[in-house]
């Protein structure tokens, strides 16, 4: 049965970048028969230190029988990002334009930043750095809130051509250190802490952990760049809750913070005498821009690589054109900076686009939960992007919190992070959306840059669930088991044939582990990892993982990270885990435990393995079930048959064939012991 198509409102698509599928499909081939002329025209709104050499523009090897791997846009191009986001919007008369509106956790809190005073923000905190030693190349990580200072430090580290490492500030002490481990960073940069809702969360403490961590892997961290957040808030003591919720001293004096005078410094302190100009690096079109880094399947993190010109003119023509982003737009992005999304659409798509957009450092439930709706219509924001599970978990608390609010400035909507399902994509479509608005479900990845997939708001019709069609450049296929390609309806693995601008280089410091992870299954592609279908209309819906990743409220993560970190238990004798289906999570972690000769499998083991597994990776990535498994259902060759670990957490009977397992008892016994979750 065919889904019932929603047009975009004729409104919009008179105004649109985009206004109609035949634009769409003209641009789209274009920019497939000639992508040098595509991109070399896009590139022209930017400024270049040096051109790109004509016949280099674009070249790159996806055949790993014809040797590595590589990407490569506009070879001899030499620019500064810094200098296109700030400088240039500055010189053409936006300085006094607002980049960022800031809206802190408490209502109370609140500021704005002009193009103008960002520039000059960016190039103190640009002299800061160089004062501690770094330099172009030097890698620098940054841990920290959703603060006004978080795209400075950013913008600041491409100032000077430094390569910057953004770690989610939900992210453990031990995660952190691995990550400066891994990018061999000197310098760190955080704050004090932040509440978020009502929880406080002391960072320059985890950034304490890590750095003891560090030394004992043998790597010094020289500095540690220290913003007062706390201490500077309007109401400094906050709510009276403490962590945890009890009541243990004001925030100020939880900001009390050690100091380690070699290396700790304020931020403020630093910036007081740093001067307000410093002339940008000029950076090679392919010098690395930043490293971050995403869950991959063999648990560690993959460091991936983006590089400078052509995730500027891929992060500018995405923002632009995803969210038909027009002068006088007020656009908000829900991300984090730590994630890829904050990256591409918080800092580097909207400030290439000269837009204003609405940074926010709370939750959706804080202090109520319609903020979200409370703040649309405070900075009358015309795009709002956010991720299906955050739709969802507002959907729970009714429609009235939302009708409270006008919401009349939306013009588009936006989701990322994992399939919307139908009934959250009507629910934002027809409440918040108010039935006007273009849903732009942006399917992409850490790897991809920006949006690859995605209808775009003024010219595609949109089916409730489906990303619809590949933007400008991206050349998507779906290959079935054997590698062929599948022609018209049907579905398999999403692959892409060609690179695009803003497509990663490689994982930093492993370029084998590039090319075995995202090549060698189907050479010739670029695999995702994803599985996808195309219906007969040719829209392409994506279906989830088909690797042992799984996303956990738009969290991807590994099973294999989240079990070597249960089997460090000294109760532990072997774990498996495995996704399960939840209602507004998308997925959540199912684990099975089988306990060392001699232990019993308890409530007090199941709590300690829960915690274990939040402060070494992070609370998002706490497990909802841990079971029993006296034993785990393997093959003769010992290999864990996950797919039969999945029914059982969802409680389905219909296992299949378990002809194979060396022991076919295992699967009843286990079936006995699922708890009731
Ligand atoms: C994985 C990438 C892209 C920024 C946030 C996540 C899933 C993402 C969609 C979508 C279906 C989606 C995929 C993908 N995903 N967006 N619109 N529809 N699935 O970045 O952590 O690198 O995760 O998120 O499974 O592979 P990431």
């Known amino acids: 049965m065919a889904e019932k198509m929603y047009y975009p409102n004729s409104e919009l698509a008179r105004e649109a970048h985009c206004g109609s599928m035949e634009q769409y499909k003209r641009m789209h081939e274009s920019s497939i028969k000639d992508p040098t002329q595509f991109w070399g025209e896009i590139?022209?709104?930017?400024?270049?230190?040096?051109?790109?050499?004509?016949?280099k523009f674009f070249s790159y090897n996806f055949?790993?029988?014809?040797g590595d791997i590589f990407i490569r846009w506009m070879e001899g191009a030499s620019t500064n990002i810094s200098f296109n986001l700030l400088d240039k919007n500055v010189k053409s008369g936006n300085g006094d334009k607002i980049a960022f509106y800031w809206e802190g956790n408490d209502p109370e809190d609140y500021s704005r930043l002009t193009y103008r005073k960002l520039l000059e923000e960016t190039c103190r905190f640009a002299n800061v750095l160089k004062s501690k030693g770094v330099s172009n190349g030097d890698k620098v990580v940054i841990y920290m809130p959703m603060i006004l200072e978080l795209p400075i430090a950013m913008l600041a580290c491409t100032r000077i051509g430094a390569v910057h490492s953004v770690v989610f500030a939900g992210y453990s002490s031990d995660s952190l250190a691995d990550r400066i481990l891994d990018s061999k960073a000197k310098v760190l940069i955080t704050a004090d802490g932040v509440w978020r809702g009502e929880k406080l969360l002391l960072l320059k403490n985890i950034c304490d952990e890590a750095a003891d961590k560090v030394t004992k892997h043998g790597h010094r961290l020289e500095s540690c760049i220290v913003v007062a957040h706390l201490r500077r808030l309007n109401n400094p003591q906050g709510k009276t809750k403490g962590v945890n919720g009890t009541s243990n001293g004001t925030a100020m004096e939880m900001a009390n913070v050690s100091w380690d005078d070699d290396r700790d410094v304020w931020w403020h302190d630093e910036m007081e005498d740093a001067e307000a100009s410093c002339y940008p690096v000029w950076m090679a079109a392919e010098d690395p821009l930043f490293i971050l880094y995403t869950s991959g399947s063999t648990g560690k993190p993959k460091g991936v690589l983006h590089t400078t010109a052509g995730y500027l003119i891929y992060a500018a023509t995405?923002?632009?054109?995803?969210?038909d982003y027009h002068p006088g737009d007020i656009y908000w992005c829900t991300a984090d900076c730590g994630w890829i999304t904050g990256h591409t659409y918080v800092v580097y798509g909207p400030l290439a686009n000269g837009a204003t957009s609405v940074i926010f450092e709370g939750t959706p439930f804080y202090p109520e939960n319609d903020r979200y709706w409370s703040i649309i219509d405070k900075y009358k924001v015309t795009q709002f992007y956010t991720a299906p599970t955050a739709i969802r978990s507002l959907m729970k608390f009714g429609d009235h919190l939302v009708k409270k609010h006008s919401l009349s400035t939306l013009k588009v909507l936006g989701s990322v992070g994992e399939p919307i399902n139908t009934e959250a994509w009507l629910w934002f479509y027809n409440l918040v959306g108010h039935g006007k608005c273009s849903i732009a479900d942006t399917f992409w990845q850490t790897e991809t840059g920006g949006h690859v997939i995605t209808p775009l708001p003024g010219a595609t019709p949109m089916k409730p669930g489906s990303a619809t069609f590949p933007f400008f450049g991206v050349l998507p296929e779906l290959l079935d088991e054997d590698g062929r390609v599948i022609e018209g309806e049907g579905e398999g693995y999403l692959v892409f044939r060609r690179p695009w601008p803003g497509?990663?280089?490689?994982?930093?410091?492993?370029?084998?582990?590039?090319?075995?992870?995202?090549f060698d299954r189907f050479n010739g592609f670029y695999c995702t990892g994803d599985g996808a279908r195309r219906d007969a209309d040719g829209y392409l819906w994506v279906t989830g993982r088909i690797d042992d990743m799984l996303n956990v409220s738009g969290h991807l993560m590994s099973t294999a990270e989240v079990e070597s970190v249960l089997a460090e238990h000294s109760s532990v004798a072997e774990a498996a885990v495995v996704s399960k289906s939840h209602p507004v999570k998308g997925q959540c972690l199912y684990c099975f435990i089988t306990p060392t000769a001699g232990t019993t499998f308890d409530e007090k083991l199941q709590g300690e393995l829960k915690r274990k597994v939040r402060e070494r990776i992070g609370p998002f990535a706490q497990p909802d079930a841990i079971q029993h498994a006296p034993a785990l259902p393997k093959t003769r060759s010992g290999k864990i048959m996950r797919r039969m670990l999945r029914k059982i957490a969802a409680g389905d009977r219909n296992i299949g064939d378990t002809s194979t397992l060396a022991d076919e008892t295992v699967i009843q016994l286990l079936f006995e012991l699922r708890p009731c979750v």
């Open 63 to 66: 055949d790993l029988s014809k």
């Open 318 to 323: 995405t923002f632009k054109y995803v969210f």
């Open 43 to 55: 590139a022209k709104q930017f400024y270049w230190e040096t051109p790109a050499i004509e016949d």
């Open 503 to 518: 497509m990663m280089r490689t994982l930093y410091g492993n370029h084998q582990r590039f090319q075995n992870t995202y």
